[in-house]
């Protein structure tokens, strides 16, 4: 079955075959993030997609859609760049019969009216495609994107350049292809992967309540559409059996509660095999440039700056206003295209002479602007400036304690707020992989008085806390709010640890200068009763402005709606969090200059 798609509003198309350029002076060229015209000429106004299965070296079956360039109906029978993602499901049929075919939901099958061939490809144990998922980005799975890339660089309509891109879990695939040396790789654009997955997963070594995806019944697995070849379904439905043997990953990440943990049923050590930082050295030494990223509302956004600040390869750096793997006002399937447009054909159009980093500075009221950045942190970088915790009370919030915070260090005997862990905690909506909500009425909390001035933060705040703890073991989350002048609060970001893995060690890749936790299992150190102990974490990067008027708040609790896997004991652990000259806690701002 070959599916034919117009593709609508081509500029002056010629009849049935490649569009002519606008007028005599050609179509305005315009080249910069998120916007891209002029450069690249519409040849075409025709897609076909074909399905089949392509091999991998140990002869397991991959599904595979093309989506290739067309006239009247029929592939255009000459090369060009492929681009391809490492998909879960790249077409199938909802409950109600209607069909998701990727290329078109992506948006990516546009880049075929360019002169590109677009593919997805299902990994093994997903999709259409034989095989299981042993683990989350195994080896195997590396290895097949090398296979599958060259396999498209050899084909008779590829001109031998090959991209790959994705976002989640395709962005990390897409960050795995770039590990194994496939040497047709020429340009990766990922989006919300992770750099290392225990940092992203188990951030300050507590389960995140995601990631343990997918886990289709066979009867979902079975409206995966079928290649082209399989009228009859037989094929999917044996890919299908196979499938049922994937890992569990609920189960593989409950066996692994250490960075350095090895789970018997994968037969590795999960979160140092699957994790891109691993491979650093094969992808510097690959060259691959890359295109990384998020958004400040996603828990994977520090993880995209990790990776551009330690690896090498020639890099460029995009964090927006949104959700995971969102996009809203940005047009993302363009910048994809100026990438892969530089990268795989050459074209001068200025991208890798603009500054590295693009991000966005939002603001309570809900203005922002964009902003360009050589690196990040941006230089001139911003003021650490450091917020104590205090006593006395702030008459805004009927949270446990309603302290204070602010620039001067607590001085006389001073004190400390003792908080009894509240496990109730919940939020009226789900929480997936973003901010949770508002919990200060369950736990500590100390506010500024009204700002004076309008603040911007930019970079990567830190909460350094002198707690003390009835119990050996037990989470610690601290959350960054923004508090406006009628109550309304608005959490900017947050950090969370582990107790027993409150040891900082030194990291093996660059994390922009904030407090790092091996998360080994000898690492692991219970929590001294009674005794104050140094307690330091950061919390996620952002770019912020909260406006003259509204007032800064930091809230500590015992547990948070995302949390997976909780441990809760009665009668549950007293914390105390010190205030004392000698033991005072504090949160150090990145305060642009």
Known sequence: MTTVLAALLITAPTAGGPAAAGGSGGPERVSRPGEYAGYSPVLYDEWVRTSQYLPTRDGTRLAVDLYRPAVDGKAVERPFPVVWEHQLSRASRAEDGAVDLRGVTSGMAELTKYGYTVAFVDRRGNGASFGTMTGYHSRTEASDAYDVTEWLAAQSWSDGQVGVFGCSNTGDAAMQAATVGAPHLKAVFAGNYSFHKYDAFQRGGIRANWGVGPNRTREEDLRNLPVDADADGALLRQAVEQHQANTSLRDMWREAPYRDSEVASVGTQPWLEYSVATYKEAIESSGVPLYSYDGWDDDFRKESLVGAATLTNPHKVLVGPWLHCENQGFDIVAERHRFFDHWLKGVDNGIMQEPEVHYYTGSSDGTGQWRDARQWPPKPSARPTRYYLGGGTSGTVDSVNDGTLGRSRPHGKGGGDTYPVDY?????????????????????????????????????????????STAPDGNVFAYLSDVAPDGTVRILTDGRLRLALRGTQRAPYDVLGTPWHRGNAEDAEAMPEGRAERVDFDMLPL???????????????GADVRESDRTEVSPAPVYTVHREPARASSVVLPVAR
């Open 543 to 557: 770019s912020s402005v909260v406006p003259a008027g509204h007032r800064l708040r930091v809230t500590v609790t």
């Open 424 to 468: 109730s905690v919940s939020c009226p909506d789900p929480i997936d992989q973003e901010q949770t909500c508002p919990q200060d009425e369950k736990g500590l909390t100390w506010t500024t008085a009204p700002l004076k001035d309008d603040v911007e933060l930019t970079g990567h705040p830190e909460v350094s806390l002198r707690l003390s």
